[in-house]
């Protein structure tokens, strides 16, 4: 059994990194690819979400809970600019209600659990036991900094754009106070569990939008 989990894991992995190799290379020629960024996300969620173990009701409670929040805190946002500062969303995250990408709740969902597993995972290999308090802390400031990978190009990819395309450190601040809240919200509800996707996928999205940022 433990020989079909290596193997399931393996090829998941693999699949990953090809499926965003074509992205980077695609978005460098064309950078309308961008479009198929929803795609991406629903892939990269089911990816690493089928190597979380044990899988319950519980489990997909609290995405859902997460998925919600964090799309009605994006809706506020963009629409009143008190939030992460004045920002309009573009296209590329395909279908929006009230101005605001449906998928988005995904992605915030993705990056905190992948997240708080990757700084669950670096602190038992140095076997450190870690307060969640300050698992949440240190998951978040991961967090921002893959956002502070994405802002620079997320204007050229149709993402969205901030005003005057300047990013107010009120963005920051604000994606830290929230992925300490949701990763916190992950941690006391359950979701730490061992899942080897979770640092490939953060580590993956990390270096596709390194290399964004040096070819747009």
């Not at 870690?130 to 956002?147: K, P, Q, S, T």
């Not at 809240?181 to 993956?204: E, S």
Request: aromatic letters at 18%; a neutral charge.
């Amino acid at each position: 059994m433990s020989d079909w989990f290596s193997n399931k894991e393996k090829v998941l992995t693999i699949a990953l990194i090809i499926f965003y190799i074509i992205g980077a290379v695609g978005i460098s020629i064309q950078v309308d690819f961008a479009r198929l960024t929803p795609f991406n996300l629903i892939i990269t969620g089911f990816i690493l979400f089928y190597l979380h173990p044990n899988k319950d009701i519980l489990f997909f409670l609290n995405l859902f809970f997460v998925f919600v929040a964090a799309w009605f805190l994006e809706m506020i946002g963009t629409n009143t600019g008190i939030i992460f500062g004045s920002y309009k969303y573009g296209d590329s995250l395909g279908l929006k209600l009230n101005q605001t990408p449906i998928i988005i709740g995904l992605n915030w969902i993705i990056v905190a659990y992948s997240s708080i597993v990757c700084v669950d995972a670096i602190a038992k290999k140095l076997n450190f036991k870690i307060h969640e308090i300050v698992g949440a802390i240190i998951a978040a400031i991961f967090m921002v900094i893959l956002d502070v990978l994405i802002e620079p190009v997320a204007p050229k990819l149709n993402f969205w754009a901030f005003e005057n395309l300047q990013v107010p450190v009120q963005n920051y601040t604000a994606w830290f106070f929230f992925g300490f809240a949701f990763c916190y919200w992950m941690l006391k509800g359950g979701l730490l569990k061992p899942n080897p996707m979770a640092t490939k996928v953060l580590a993956i999205q990390a270096l596709f939008f390194l290399y964004l940022n040096l070819s747009l």
